[in-house]
């Protein structure tokens, strides 16, 4: 087994201590974090679970332990995690090519490159416009001192909870870069999964309702058809997690424009594309699907 160790220039390894106090949930509802709030130090977090299963070096050794628990339960783990990743990049261009320049990621994490910036700034340059919303302050710290391009203009970086849109979306970081008046495209992959799907709805339904018509929202999760498989892999995982049908992603989407070809397997998924391709992988595959908000609502 391998592991990292955090590489962030401005703090320590978390694990050494209790955690400094990190910047409170920025809920506008005043409801406190729900469970599942990163930042227990010495337990494995998603952010570094996901960059473990990724091959990145953000992580510690109790992550790449879970990392490498949650590939025994389900084999094609680190294959939903790059599938994500392919699936950002691709909607990322899509947009792109579609003059849209402002890009909202939600649980940006610990993802090695390339970053949304990195694919929006090869395709946009000096105009694209990233806000990175994560609540887990490892995150946060990371995509604001250390990983490349931190700290350049045109980036923010917000800790905030997703489930918030009216706070996430009003945030004064958020506003410096991404003007809620023109389109934008919001990701939201491998992340709802921690919540159930009409909560999810109604998260989606939130952004939806303060993005610009002609915006992106583009969501994946994993999906496990094998519910002994879901089941084994639940022992081993930190966090709840629902494993969603393809209904549940259309209804996420519900009332927003599918763009062909819909809901499918994100590696065959192209936007545009006629068809999703039959083959699907064995056991878990990462299941996602584009929208955009309708230009009349
Ligand atoms: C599995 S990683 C996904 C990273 C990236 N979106 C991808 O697909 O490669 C999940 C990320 O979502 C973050 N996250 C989970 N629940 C969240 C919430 N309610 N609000 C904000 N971030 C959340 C975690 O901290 C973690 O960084």
């Known amino acids: 087994m391998t592991c990292g160790g955090l590489r962030h220039p401005r703090h320590p390894p978390p694990l050494a201590g209790p955690r400094a106090a990190a910047p409170g949930p920025n809920r506008s509802d005043g409801n406190p974090m729900p469970p599942g709030q990163p930042g ?27 990392a490498d628990a949650i590939e025994d ?12 990743r392919l699936f950002t990049a691709r909607v990322t261009a899509y947009a792109a090519g579609l003059g849209i ?22 395709l946009l340059d000096g105009a694209a416009r990233v806000a990175y919303v994560d609540w887990d302050q490892d ?13 350049t203009d045109g980036i923010a ?29 919001l990701l939201a992959c491998l992340v709802l999964h921690f919540r159930p799907p009409a909560e999810a709805e109604a998260i989606i339904a939130g952004y939806a309702a303060r993005l610009a018509p002609g915006s992106l ?11 002994v498989m879901w089941a084994r892999m639940g022992r081993v995982r930190p966090d709840a997690a629902w494993n969603y049908t393809a ?23 192209h936007p545009g594309w006629d068809g999703v391709p039959e083959r699907r992988r064995e ?3 990462t299941l996602g699907a584009i929208a955009r908000i309708p230009l009349r609502r």
């Open 40 to 66: 227990t130090p010495g337990q494995p977090a998603s952010a570094r679970i996901h960059n473990a299963l990724l091959g990145g070096w953000n992580h510690t050794c109790a992550d790449a332990a879970a």
């Open 73 to 84: 339960a389900c084999p094609q783990a680190r294959q939903i995690c790059r599938d994500s």
């Open 101 to 122: 320049t402002q890009y909202i990621e939600l649980g940006a994490g610990l993802a090695p490159a390339p970053s949304v910036a990195d694919t929006a700034r090869s």
């Open 139 to 151: 995150v946060t710290e990371y995509l604001a001192y250390a990983a490349p391009g931190a700290g």
């Open 157 to 185: 970086v917000v800790q905030a909870d997703l489930s918030d849109p009216a706070a996430v979306m009003t945030d004064p970081g958020l506003l410096k870069v991404i003007d809620p008046a023109r389109p934008a495209c």
């Open 217 to 227: 929202v583009a969501i994946c999760i994993p999906r496990v058809d094998d519910e």
């Open 247 to 269: 209904q549940d992603v259309a209804a996420v989407l519900g009332g927003l424009d599918l763009v062909p070809p819909g809901v499918g397997a994100v590696f065959g998924l």
């Open 283 to 285: 056991g878990g595959y």
